[in-house]
């Protein structure tokens, strides 16, 4: 059973034990944690560790029920239709390269075009660039000074040539929380394109409903969550799964092999070749147990909290250029200081002992977007608390005073 | 003295302030431009170096941290007036200064860097120029162009 508290989320996380004097502001890049899922995780493979899908015995079909079933929990954390819907990927990363290889290669011919948006992580970038043919039709929606997304740019570039939409549900850089129930409801009205949303910095902070939302593919990674590396999930709509070929193949998604021809299992088996990450599907099992028993809407209220505090508290600071004011953010922090570089800015806050990250966050061209070589960010999660903010404000000024 | 104090020394902060020769060299005999991808530092250096193989000018110019813009700041001050087989000798000594706990390396006042070896994740920030010295005196990449990766 996952414990969870959700009046101090703080002391389920045992890290803050072991190193009680870190403010870890980093949770944008990977979440700490729960006892609750390292306790799953260590307690199958203790107690019942087996492979999945071919064992005949006891062990096996334990291991594959207990997979199963948290296909069925993620099915139910999305709102899903399908369990067959929910794939186990290692990451949103891969979740979009699965995608544009499968989907994107089938259906992207010359003179089409795919959209983006200049807040995406490269992970939402560099994969629909490896499968067009030339530069001009990758399609970049402009983002505004607060760092919003341009919904009247959006609406110039798509067009019945666009084959696919792929947007950042929240930005891991500026924090913006984007329209995309909008942004999805216009795309369908205007063209038959199909629309990835990447999710990653979404799923542990607001409620997802996929059939809401209406995309076509929806995508997270296990440890942004409060869940393990190595395990993510692309949900695709079941229609479209289908009829997209394979991605990678090999065991456990075949029908029927021989020398002559092989015959593909349906979805989701189609998109799983090989042993999964059976210990880390458990693992984000616990994890959505975990924010299901702290509840959204709890970790929502924490979010707020600590997205006003900071907030204020950064505004305050005048030689701090904060990038990203949207109006709905998340709570994300990225920022620059007039004189001091933000690796700089870094390496003094961790000897203080605050973890923050700096460099481009993996998003150059909303780097350059900013005209700024890198920013330091601060990103918080259930586990931060205003004492965390107050050290990291006292920090920064630290900073300022040693280098200006 | 902190660590912070002493990977951040008063000569290095001076340094990140005013850096020495923060410029590109017009005309170079030599050039290349260094980026350490994961931090987003970028620099060029260019040097005009004589027919008797004596640096007569050098010069580095981009963006970067406090470490890294103190580095070609002082390495550019030390290098000026070498020869080409000295500096590279030099630079062979100032990366085993922060890379190994060799203690008897002759670099003179590039002593001060000595604090980055205490802080990995800093070393290619003050190796960043001397990596792409090093690309423009030897013919380490066709291009000129390096990486810290």
């Known amino acids: 059973m996952t414990r969870f508290t959700p009046e101090n989320p703080r002391s389920d996380f045992s890290i803050f034990t072991h190193h009680a004097d870190l403010v870890y502001l980093d949770s944008t890049a990977t979440t700490h944690k729960p006892d609750g899922v390292l306790d799953a995780m260590a307690a199958f493979l203790k107690e019942k560790n087996a492979t999945v899908h071919r064992g005949i015995y006891g062990l096996s079909v334990e291991a594959t029920d ?12 999305i709102n899903a239709e399908k369990e067959e819907e929910i794939i186990f990927v290692k990451g949103a990363t891969e979740a979009i390269n699965l995608v544009a290889h499968s989907y994107g290669k089938a259906h992207v011919g010359k003179g089409d ?34 760092g919003e997304l341009d919904l009247e740019h959006l609406k110039t570039l798509i067009d019945n040539q666009t084959k696919i939409v792929a947007l950042t549900h929240v930005s891991n850089v500026l924090g913006t929380v984007n329209p995309i129930k909008e942004c999805i409801s216009y795309i369908r009205e205007h063209s038959s394109a199909k629309i990835l949303i990447d999710g990653a910095q979404a799923i542990a902070h607001m409620p997802v409903d996929v ?7 929806y995508c997270f990674s296990g440890h942004k969550m409060y869940g393990p590396t190595g395990i993510g999930i692309l949900y695709g709509k079941h229609d479209l799964l289908l009829k997209m070929p394979p991605y990678q193949t090999g065991g456990d998604m075949i029908e029927f092999v021989s020398f002559e021809k092989t015959t593909f299992a349906k979805p989701p088996a189609r998109f799983e070749a090989g042993t999964p990450a059976i210990v880390e599907i458990i ?12 509840t959204l809407e709890r970790l929502q209220e924490i979010d707020m909290e600590l997205f006003e505090l900071a907030n204020t508290e950064l505004q305050s600071i005048p030689e701090l250029n904060l990038i990203g004011t949207a109006a709905h953010k998340s709570p994300v922090f990225s920022f620059t200081i007039k004189g001091i570089h933000s690796h700089d800015v870094g390496t003094c806050m961790d000897q203080e002992h605050v973890a923050i ?48 | 003295m902190s660590n912070l104090e002493h990977l951040y020394q008063e000569m290095i902060l001076e340094h990140n302030k005013n850096p020495r020769h923060f410029q590109e060299v017009n005309p170079h005999t030599h050039y290349s431009h260094g980026h350490n991808p994961l931090c987003g530092d970028d620099y060029v250096v260019t040097l005009r170096v004589s027919s008797n193989h004596v640096i007569e000018e050098i010069g580095f110019k981009g963006d970067g941290c406090a470490i890294s813009k103190a580095s070609g700041s002082l390495m550019t001050q030390k290098l000026k007036g070498l020869t080409v087989e000295e500096a590279l000798e030099l630079k062979d000594n100032f990366i085993s200064l922060i890379t190994t706990d060799e203690e008897d390396v002759d670099v003179g006042k590039l002593i001060v860097l000595k604090g980055v070896k205490k802080f990995p994740v800093r070393v290619k920030c003050a190796l960043l120029v001397w990596r792409a010295l090093e690309d423009a005196l030897t013919e380490t990449s066709d291009s000129h162009e390096i990486t810290t990766e």
């Open chain 1, 66 to 77: 207990r997979c199963e079933h948290v296909r069925q929990q993620v099915k139910g954390f």
């Open chain 1, 113 to 146: 075009n795919i959209v983006i948006s200049h807040m995406e992580h490269h992970a939402n970038i560099v994969p629909w660039q490896q499968i067009i043919e030339s530069e001009d039709q990758l399609r970049v929606c402009q983002i505004t000074d607060e």
């Open chain 1, 211 to 217: 059939q809401d939302l209406d995309c076509d593919f």
């Open chain 1, 357 to 404: 990250r700096v460099g481009h966050h993996c998003a150059q061209p909303l780097m350059k977007r900013f005209g700024v070589p890198a920013t330091a960010r601060m990103s918080f999660a259930c586990y931060n608390t205003s004492d965390d903010i107050e050290r990291a404000i006292k920090a920064l000024k630290k900073t300022i005073g040693f280098f200006i």
């Open chain 1, 283 to 294: 693992g984000l099992g616990a994890a959505i147990d975990y924010i299901q028993g702290i």
